[in-house]
């Protein structure tokens, strides 16, 4: 929030504000700039459809996200990471890992800005005003790799699920398509979202994740037979895109904000629409597409780069390289580094626990490709 006392800039006493797009990023935008007294903010696009067919944005909790804490439906103090050979149970003092419905958040921002923001579905900004944020999703180049997957909301006859502890990924399951782990945010002992995702190139056809997820729950959960109550399916790119109109201001997916290694975005919009706000608040120029806040750290990014080519190179190895993260960071830790909010001491111990010469190989190749 922007201190009361603090003098208003131009864009707080009514200079035009655009933002593209009415979905995760443009709606967080507006009610972040509404929360701060900004005025004469224009939303232009169509609703998400995630605002009324809800799906479920999963993040650690932090700082700065004390309103997305307390919507969030549930949070679980522990995680696991599963593979053939372990498993790795974390858990958090401090940053529990939360499960926010989009309807909630997305109905949440539209409460908050109704009656104050103008939501025009159809239209355009006029070019000329001043400040027009563009969260119209980027185009994604051919053989970028990609988070897809697909889920099922359950009830189950038997209590089975332990509801203290989320699994991130188990990846006891067909590894011949490419990175497959099961993602299973149990609600209750009897409730859970299960998901089927993969780290490809190329999404496969839903009977696939059905399938795997039948296989899975078969296997490893004594469910005594489940209800479907909700399915969900998304496709996030895991790669550096570029943003749809360069001379706009890119937010959102579109700005840089979905995690390449990871495919997480929810946390890292948050944190860059407040900065947006902090930033808009105090400056009296305004903010051009170079000088809008960085979502996530060069670092983080530099890293994920590396751990993107070694993921393409031995897709094999994937479950191996998660579980040795888990293993050698705590919950805390972990929980911080996911957030791309990890200190000097993490990152010291996330690279000492990687495989060297797969990591020295592959920052070889990435200082080749840029030589060239
Ligand atoms: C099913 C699913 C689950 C996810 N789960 C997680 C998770 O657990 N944790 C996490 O951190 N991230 C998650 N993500 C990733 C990320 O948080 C979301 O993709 C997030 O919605 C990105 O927000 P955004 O505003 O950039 O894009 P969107 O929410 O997609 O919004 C873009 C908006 O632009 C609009 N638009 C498109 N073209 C135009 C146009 N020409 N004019 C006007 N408007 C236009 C669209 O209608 C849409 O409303 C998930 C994504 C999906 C799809």
Not at 243 to 256: F, M, R
Request: glycine share 8%.
């Amino acid at each position: 929030m922007i201190p009361q006392s603090e003098q208003q800039t131009g864009w707080q006493t009514g200079a035009p504000i655009a933002i593209i797009g009415a979905g995760c990023a443009g709606l967080s935008l507006a009610r972040r700039l509404t929360l701060d007294g900004f005025k004469n903010i224009q939303l232009y696009g169509p609703l998400s459809p995630a605002a009324t067919k809800g799906h479920s944005w999963g993040f650690w909790a932090a700082e700065g996200l004390a309103d997305q804490i307390r919507l969030a439906a549930h949070r679980w103090p522990k995680w696991q990471i599963i593979t053939e050979q372990q498993k790795i149970t974390q858990s958090a003092d401090t940053a529990p890992y939360c499960r926010l419905d989009s309807r909630t958040w997305l109905n949440h921002c539209l409460d908050t800005i109704n009656g104050q923001v103008a939501h025009l579905a159809d239209g355009r900004p006029d070019q000329n005003e001043t400040l027009i944020f563009d969260s119209r999703p980027p185009s994604v180049p051919e053989g970028a790799m990609l988070q897809h997957f697909r889920g099922i909301e359950i009830k189950t006859n038997n209590p089975c699920f332990d509801p203290e502890t989320a699994v991130l990924m188990d990846f006891r399951c067909d590894q011949s398509r490419g990175i497959h782990f099961i993602y299973l945010l149990p609600y209750s002992p009897n409730e859970a979202l299960v998901e089927s995702t993969m780290f490809s190139p190329t999404p496969e056809q839903d009977r696939f994740y059905d399938e795997a997820i039948t296989r899975y729950l078969d296997a490893y959960w004594t469910t005594g037979g489940y209800q479907i109550r909700h399915q969900e399916k998304g496709c996030i790119p895991m790669a550096f895109l570029t943003p749809v109109d360069k001379s706009l201001l890119p937010i959102g997916a579109n700005g840089g904000c979905v995690r390449p290694s990871s495919g997480y975005a929810f946390s890292f919009i948050q944190r860059q629409v407040d900065k947006i706000s902090q930033q808009l608040a105090t400056s009296r120029q305004g903010l051009s597409p170079s000088s809008l806040p960085r979502p996530i750290r060069r670092f983080d990014l530099f890293l994920d780069k590396i751990f993107l080519r070694v993921l393409r190179r031995h897709p094999d190895r994937a479950a191996e390289l998660f579980a040795r993260i888990a293993a050698r960071l705590t919950g805390d830790e972990f929980a911080r580094f996911m957030s791309g909010l990890a200190e000097f001491s993490t990152y010291a111990k996330l690279i000492t626990a990687m495989p060297t010469g797969l990591f020295l190989k592959a920052l070889w190749d990435e200082g080749k490709e840029r030589q060239t």
